[in-house]
């Protein structure tokens, strides 16, 4: 579960492998958003949380 504190209405998360390689893309919005990791590889990844495909939020997550 991913919370998102921004006041975002049309975004979108995106998770991309340590080669820049988008694995994963959803779209979110404010409050709780469950996302399914289950078919991304175990490992560290960096998200991106986009806005009106602006960058508001990134860092790094760890799928185990």
Request: neutral net charge.
């Amino acid at each position: 579960i991913v919370n998102i504190n921004q006041q975002i209405e049309n975004g979108e998360i995106i998770i991309c492998n340590y080669l820049g390689q988008q694995v994963f893309k959803q779209a979110v919005f404010r409050g709780q958003n469950a996302i399914n990791t289950s078919e991304i590889t175990s490992g560290i990844y960096f998200y991106s949380v986009l806005e009106n495909k602006l960058k508001v939020n990134s860092g790094k997550i760890v799928i185990e």
